[in-house]
C-alpha cells in the first residue's frame, strides 16, 4: 500500500489508542468496505443531508487524482486490475462503529454521509457496466451494493425507511419515490448528479474498466469499531468538536447513546424524539433550538445563569442535577417519555397560538407581536409536567409579560438589559407555582422595577400619570404601532364594532402604500408652531407625545403629511376608530361606542381644534384606557 500510507496508519493507530480505550483501526478499500457487513445507521445519525455540493467536492478530489495516474500510465496495456496496483492511493477519511452485543449489528456512528454517497456511486458504476456490457463488473459491483440471503437483498447501507428509493436507483427505475423524508430526496437528487458527472468522465468502455478497479481498489478509508461505552464521547468529539452538527443533533446522539439498542427499537424512543422534532419544526424553521435554551433556562437558570443555556445546551444539561442525566440510562428514558414530551408539545402549543389569533389565549400573539421570546421559558417555568393548570398559567404568563413590558414602556422606565434580568428573577419565582400567585410576582417586580427608575421607594402603584405624561415617539415606531393596534382592539371589542384591520397588519405592515405608519396630529408648519409660542423645542417635544399621535395607512398619511388640522380631520374618517373619536359624526353614528364612554367614564369628546389643551387633554384619555386595558 505504500510507505506513506502505512506510515499515516501507524500515527493514527498510536493517537487513537493513546486517547481511547476500546477503539479498534483498520484500513479498508471499497472492496472490503462493502462485502459482507449490513451497516445500520445509528441513532445518534441525522438523516442523509448532504447536497449537491460536498457529493461534487467528493467527485471532483477522487477524478483528479485518477485522472493523474491515468496519465502516468496511459500508454500501457497491462490488465486494469494489475496496472491499478500502481496507482497512488486516495485517502477517504474515516469512519466509525459500533457493535452491539446483543444483536450482533454494526451501527454507523460517524460517516454515514460518505458511505452512503460511495453506495449511489457503486449503482451508477454498476448501470454503466450494463452500458458497456461488463457483466463480470456488474455481477462484482451488485454484490458491493447488496448481499443476498435466497431472494432476499439486503442493502450493505441499510436505510431503514428508505428501502423503496434505493431499490427504485438500484434496479434503474424512471421514477424514484422520495416520499420517505429528506434522506430518500437526497438519495435521488446526488444520484442524478453522480449520474451525469460518471457519463461525462467515463466515455468508453477502456476509461470505465479503469476507474471500477481504481474505485475499488486505491480508494482507502480508516474503519473505527468502538465498544458501546465510548459511542456517546467518541460521537460528541466527532462533531461537536469540527461544528458539524447541530446542538440538538449531537444532544441526541448523547442521550439515546445511552440506552440499549433493544430499549429504543422497542420503546421507539428514536422515533419519540423524531416525531416531537418534526412536530416543532414544522411551526417554526429550527425551531427545536430554541425549544431547548428556553426549556433549560425555564427550569435550571437563575439571574445570574442566563446565559448558561444559550447554545451549549447539549454540554449544560448534563451538569443539572436534578435531572441527573450522565451516564443515567433510566433517568434519560425518563426524561425523554415524560419532560421532553410534555415541554415539547407545550411548546408547540404555544408557537401555535403566536402565530395565530384565539380569543382564549390572546396575549399569547399579542407577546409575538412585541417579540417576547422569553414568554416560552417563562410558561415552561410555571408548568409541571401534565400541569392540570396548564391552560390557566399559559394566560395568566402572557398577559402578565405584556403588561409588564407595555406599563414599564408607557412609563418610559424600560431598559432591555434590566428588563431581561428582571425576567430571570420573575422564572425563578414562578417556577412550579401555583396559577394564583402569577400575578402577584409580576407585579411586584414591576413595582420594583418603577421605583429602581425613578430612585422613588415611596411609589405605591403601578399607574402613574406623572411617569406616562411625556411618553411618545421616543418608545420606538414598533411599539407605537402596537399600542394603537391596541387601543384600537379595545375600542372595537367594547363597541360592538368589527375590526377593520388584522392586529398584524397594524404592527407590523410598514409598506409604502398599504403598511401603517405614525401620523402626527399636529404638521409641521407655522400656525400649530404659534400654537406653542414658537418654542421649537417645546413644540417638537408635544406634537411628539402620544397624545398627538395616531396611525394611518400609508397613502392616507401622504396625503394628510402638511394640512391644517381642519383638512386633516376629514382625512380621518375612514381609517381607524381612536382616529375618528376626534370627529363629530362618530358620536352620532355610533350609539354603542358613546352609551359605552358614558358607562366607563371615559373622556373622549369630538376635537374641531387642536392644540396643547387638547393634546393633553388626549395623553389622558389614553392613561385611563392603559388603565383598563392593563387592569
Known amino acids: 500500500m505504500g510507505a506513506a500510507l502505512d506510515a499515516e496508519l501507524k500515527s493514527n493507530k498510536k493517537h487513537i489508542n493513546d486517547n481511547i480505550m476500546d477503539v479498534s483501526p483498520q484500513n479498508e478499500n471499497i472492496d472490503s468496505l462493502f462485502s459482507n457487513t449490513t451497516f445500520y445507521i445509528d441513532f445518534y445519525q441525522r438523516q442523509y443531508k448532504w447536497t449537491d455540493v460536498p457529493v461534487r467536492r467528493l467527485l471532483d478530489d477522487v477524478f483528479y487524482k485518477f485522472w493523474e495516474e491515468q496519465k502516468r500510465f496511459s500508454d500501457s496495456d497491462e490488465e486494469s486490475e494489475k496496472i491499478i496496483q500502481k496507482y497512488s492511493w486516495y485517502y477517504l477519511n474515516t469512519y466509525v462503529t459500533n457493535i452491539n452485543k446483543n444483536s450482533n449489528k454494526t451501527y454507523i456512528v460517524d460517516g454515514q454521509q460518505r458511505l452512503t454517497t460511495l453506495s449511489l456511486i457503486l449503482i451508477k458504476l454498476m448501470h454503466l457496466a450494463e452500458k458497456y456490457n461488463e457483466d463480470e463488473l456488474k455481477q462484482w459491483i451488485s454484490t458491493k451494493i447488496v448481499g443476498w440471503s435466497g431472494k432476499k437483498k439486503t442493502f450493505w447501507m441499510n436505510h431503514e425507511g428508505h428501502q423503496a428509493t434505493l431499490d427504485a436507483l438500484y434496479t434503474g427505475k424512471d421514477e424514484i419515490p422520495t416520499g420517505s423524508g429528506v434522506t430518500a430526496k437526497n438519495m435521488a437528487t446526488n444520484y442524478k448528479v453522480i449520474s451525469d458527472r460518471l457519463d461525462a468522465e467515463l466515455t468508453d468502455d477502456h476509461i470505465y474498466d479503469r476507474f471500477v478497479y481504481y474505485f475499488m481498489f486505491r480508494l482507502i478509508i480508516i474503519k473505527l469499531n468502538v465498544e458501546q461505552t465510548n459511542v456517546p464521547m467518541v460521537f460528541e468529539v466527532i462533531n461537536d468538536r469540527g461544528v458539524r452538527l447541530k446542538p440538538y443533533e449531537i444532544l441526541k446522539g448523547k442521550l439515546l447513546g445511552q440506552i440499549d439498542k433493544e430499549e429504543l427499537e422497542n420503546q421507539k424512543i428514536n422515533e419519540l424524539w423524531d416525531g416531537q422534532v418534526e412536530k416543532?419544526?414544522?411551526?417554526?424553521?429550527e425551531g427545536i433550538q430554541d425549544f431547548f435554551t428556553y426549556y433549560l433556562r425555564s427550569k435550571f437558570a437563575n439571574s445570574a445563569s442566563n446565559k448558561k443555556f444559550d447554545r451549549e445546551y447539549h454540554r449544560s444539561i448534563f451538569s443539572d442535577t436534578t435531572l441527573n442525566l450522565e451516564h443515567n440510562a433510566q433517568n434519560v428514558k425518563k426524561f425523554l417519555k415524560e419532560d421532553f414530551v410534555y415541554y415539547?408539545?407545550?411548546?408547540?402549543?404555544?408557537?401555535?397560538?403566536?402565530?395565530?389569533?384565539?380569543?382564549?389565549?390572546?396575549?399569547?400573539?399579542?407577546?409575538?407581536?412585541?417579540?417576547?421570546?422569553?414568554?416560552?421559558?417563562?410558561?415552561?417555568?410555571?408548568?409541571?409536567?401534565?400541569?392540570?393548570?396548564?391552560?390557566?398559567?399559559?394566560?395568566?404568563?402572557?398577559?402578565?409579560?405584556?403588561?409588564?413590558?407595555?406599563?414599564?414602556?408607557?412609563?418610559?422606565?424600560?431598559?432591555?438589559?434590566?428588563?431581561?434580568?428582571?425576567?430571570?428573577?420573575?422564572?425563578?419565582?414562578?417556577?412550579?407555582?401555583?396559577?394564583?400567585?402569577?400575578?402577584?410576582?409580576f407585579d411586584d417586580a414591576l413595582l420594583n422595577a418603577l421605583k429602581d427608575r425613578y430612585s422613588n421607594n415611596a411609589i405605591t402603584s403601578i399607574y402613574n400619570y406623572g411617569y406616562f405624561k411625556e411618553t411618545g415617539i421616543d418608545r420606538g415606531k414598533r411599539f407605537i404601532r402596537y399600542f394603537f393596534a391596541r387601543i384600537e382592539g379595545f375600542i372595537s371589542a367594547n363597541t360592538n364594532m368589527?375590526?377593520?384591520?388584522?392586529?398584524?397588519?397594524?404592527?407590523?405592515?410598514?409598506?409604502?402604500?398599504?403598511?401603517?405608519?405614525?401620523?402626527?396630529?399636529?404638521?409641521?408648519?407655522?400656525?400649530?408652531?404659534?400654537?406653542?409660542?414658537?418654542?421649537?423645542?417645546?413644540?417638537?417635544?408635544?406634537?411628539?407625545?402620544?397624545?398627538?399621535?395616531?396611525?394611518?395607512?400609508?397613502?392616507d398619511n401622504i396625503s394628510s403629511n402638511n394640512e391644517d388640522y381642519a383638512g386633516k380631520l376629514k382625512s380621518y374618517a375612514n381609517t381607524l376608530y381612536w382616529n375618528e373619536t376626534l370627529r363629530q359624526d362618530s358620536y352620532k353614528s355610533h350609539l354603542d361606542f358613546t352609551n359605552w364612554i358614558a358607562k366607563n367614564g371615559l373622556n373622549f369628546r369630538p376635537m374641531d381644534t387642536f392644540g396643547p389643551d387638547e393634546l393633553e387633554e388626549r395623553q389622558k384619555l389614553l392613561f385611563e384606557i392603559v388603565k383598563q386595558i392593563w387592569s
Open 344 to 441: 415539547s408539545n407545550l411548546f408547540c402549543k404555544i408557537l401555535k397560538y403566536s402565530n395565530e389569533f384565539e380569543k382564549k389565549f390572546e396575549y399569547v400573539y399579542y407577546c409575538r407581536l412585541t417579540d417576547m421570546g422569553q414568554l416560552y421559558m417563562l410558561i415552561m417555568s410555571a408548568c409541571t409536567v401534565n400541569d392540570p393548570q396548564e391552560d390557566q398559567k399559559i394566560v395568566s404568563v402572557a398577559y402578565n409579560l405584556d403588561k409588564i413590558f407595555c406599563l414599564l414602556q408607557l412609563q418610559r422606565a424600560h431598559e432591555s438589559n434590566s428588563f431581561n434580568q428582571m425576567l430571570f428573577s420573575i422564572n425563578e419565582k414562578i417556577r412550579n407555582r401555583d396559577v394564583s400567585v402569577i400575578a402577584g410576582i
Open 280 to 285: 416543532i419544526n414544522k411551526l417554526k424553521e
Open 498 to 555: 368589527a375590526m377593520r384591520h388584522y392586529l398584524y397588519d397594524l404592527v407590523v405592515n410598514t409598506g409604502s402604500t398599504n403598511g401603517f405608519h405614525i401620523e402626527h396630529i399636529l404638521a409641521e408648519n407655522d400656525v400649530n408652531k404659534a400654537l406653542f409660542d414658537n418654542d421649537l423645542d417645546k413644540f417638537q417635544s408635544e406634537r411628539n407625545r402620544l397624545g398627538g399621535l395616531l396611525l394611518l395607512k400609508g397613502k
